[in-house]
């Protein structure tokens, strides 16, 4: 199978090219990516040997690109997104063009050329749960509440329009939030192991009692590599980790794991806006699909800062630059 995977150069992406080519050595990969703040040619240097792999630099929304890479294989798994919910609240219209447009880019290239598309989204778009909602699933209505949510809701519609509309052989996951290596360490765990590496305090967010359920990311490219498998046209599969946590437990774990004590904790100003809880259940794709998350979150978390310790050139090349310059204007903000 050839694949076209947008956004490959991203954390999710990233690993799920890596966990590809393990998993079907006789599958192409052809990763296009903008490389963008986010994108990091070094998430793929243990592919980029591969005769199997190849990387276009572009962008998503660049139609002529787009067609003829479209036109050259067999399904498109997109990835491609602003992901972080600080920048949308700071930069609401990169969202907009990047995950509703470019999706509309890719779709249009997909219809011409009727292509399979598998679409990768986020349970953000379903809103937020009180402590004793049940989780979200297949049938929860959309409502979305930040920036980044709501562009990404908006082009999960617009790729479900296409199947109804168009035929188009579609899929779309929504999973929770991901944890593992080549994490960007903007994100709370990424983010509170590399502070903690640097002898920097972790800022939590309000009173830390904000509920998130945690999906290794192997586990979610398990997933995603079943729903293009085996899944059904026209379907939604809601992906999550069995591991809901208030965001103090996960930082005062990840204390633990580091020998560190919680004077390195400093409680910050809340997020606008700040969704409480998020929590999925994953029942449907478990029945039909018989997958489940394998990697618990004491084993996770004990993988990822082991691999955060390993690999810091990574994370202090990623940390400087771009990066420094955003925290800036996010602490300016507050
Ligand atoms: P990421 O920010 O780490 O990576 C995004 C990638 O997309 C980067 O490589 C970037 O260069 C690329 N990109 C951005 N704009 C582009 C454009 N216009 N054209 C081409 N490439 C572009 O994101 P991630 O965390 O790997 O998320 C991947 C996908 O999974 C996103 O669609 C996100 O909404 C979804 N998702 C993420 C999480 C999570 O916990 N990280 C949870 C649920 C869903
Ligand atoms: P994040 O990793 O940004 O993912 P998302 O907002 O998509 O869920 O944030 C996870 C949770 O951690 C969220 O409730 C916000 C909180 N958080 C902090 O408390 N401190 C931080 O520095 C960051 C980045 C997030």
Same mark, same amino acid.
């Not at 003829?68 to 997104?81: G, K, N, R, S, W």
């Not at 292509?115 to 679409?119: A, I, L, T, V, Y």
């Not at 997933?223 to 729903?227: E, G, P, R, V």
């Given at each position: 199978?050839?694949?076209?995977?947008?956004?490959?150069?991203?954390?999710?992406?990233s690993?799920?090219?890596?966990y590809?080519?393990?998993?079907?050595?006789? @599958? *192409? #990969?052809?990763v296009?990516?903008?490389?963008?703040y !986010?994108?990091?040619? &070094?998430?793929?240097?243990?592919?980029e040997?591969?005769?199997?792999?190849?990387?276009?630099?572009?962008?998503?929304?660049?139609?002529e690109?787009v067609e003829?890479?479209?036109?050259?294989?067999?399904?498109?798994?997109?990835?491609?997104?602003e992901?972080?919910?600080?920048?949308?609240i700071i930069?609401?219209g990169?969202?907009?063009?990047?995950?509703?447009?470019?999706?509309?880019?890719?779709?249009?290239?997909?219809?011409?050329?009727n292509?399979?598309?598998?679409?990768v989204?986020? @349970? *953000? #778009?379903?809103?937020?749960?009180?402590?004793?909602? !049940?989780?979200?699933d &297949?049938?929860?209505?959309?409502?979305?509440?930040?920036?980044y949510s709501?562009?990404?809701?908006?082009?999960?519609?617009?790729?479900?329009?296409?199947f109804?509309?168009?035929g188009?052989?579609?899929?779309?996951?929504?999973c929770?939030?991901?944890?593992g290596?080549?994490?960007?360490?903007?994100k709370?765990?990424p983010?509170?192991?590399?502070?903690?590496?640097e002898?920097?305090?972790?800022?939590?967010?309000g009173?830390g009692?904000?509920?998130?359920?945690?999906?290794?990311?192997? @586990?979610h490219?398990r997933?995603?590599?079943?729903?293009i498998?085996q899944?059904?046209?026209?379907?939604?599969?809601?992906?999550?980790?069995?591991?809901?946590?208030?965001?103090?437990?996960?930082?005062?774990?990840?204390?633990?794991?580091?020998?560190?004590?919680?004077?390195?904790?400093e409680?910050?100003?809340?997020?606008?806006?700040?969704?409480?809880?998020?929590?999925?259940?994953y029942?449907?794709?478990e029945?039909?699909?018989?997958?489940?998350?394998?990697?618990?979150?004491?084993?996770?978390?004990?993988?990822?800062?082991a691999?955060?310790q390993e690999?810091?050139?990574?994370?202090?090349?990623v940390?400087?630059g771009?990066?420094?310059?955003?925290?800036?204007?996010?602490?300016?903000?507050?």
């Open positions: 199978m050839k694949l076209l995977v947008t956004g490959g150069a991203g954390f999710i992406g690993n799920f090219v890596h590809l080519l393990k998993t079907h050595p006789e @599958d *192409e #990969v052809t296009l990516d903008d490389l963008t !986010a994108g990091n040619l &070094e998430n793929l240097k243990v592919v040997e591969n005769a199997h792999f190849r990387f276009v630099k572009g962008n998503i929304n660049d139609i690109l003829t890479l479209v036109a050259e294989c067999d399904i498109i798994v997109h990835f491609a997104a992901s972080h919910v600080d920048r949308s930069d609401p990169v969202f907009v063009l990047t995950n509703v447009h470019g999706t509309y880019v890719l779709l249009e290239a997909a219809r011409k050329h292509k399979r598309f598998h679409h989204s986020t @349970d *953000e #778009v379903f809103g937020a749960l009180g402590t004793a909602d !049940a989780p979200f &297949e049938s929860t209505a959309y409502d979305p509440r930040s920036p709501a562009s990404k809701a908006a082009s999960d519609h617009l790729v479900r329009a296409y109804h509309t168009y188009l052989p579609i899929t779309i996951s929504n929770s939030n991901n944890y290596p080549y994490h960007f360490p903007e709370l765990i983010l509170a192991i590399t502070n903690l590496l002898g920097k305090s972790v800022p939590v967010y009173d009692l904000q509920v998130r359920d945690w999906l290794y990311v192997e @586990d490219c997933a995603i590599d079943l729903i498998h899944g059904k046209l026209g379907e939604t599969y809601c992906i999550g980790g069995n591991a809901e946590k208030e965001n103090i437990w996960i930082v005062k774990k990840l204390l633990a794991l580091l020998g560190k004590d919680e004077s390195s904790i409680y910050v100003k809340d997020r606008a806006g700040h969704d409480r809880r998020y929590a999925i259940n029942s449907k794709i029945r039909e699909l018989g997958w489940r998350p394998e990697v618990t979150l004491e084993e996770g978390l004990t993988k990822t800062v691999w955060f690999n810091e050139t990574w994370w202090k090349n940390k400087s771009d990066y420094q310059k955003y925290y800036v204007k996010q602490y300016e903000n507050r």
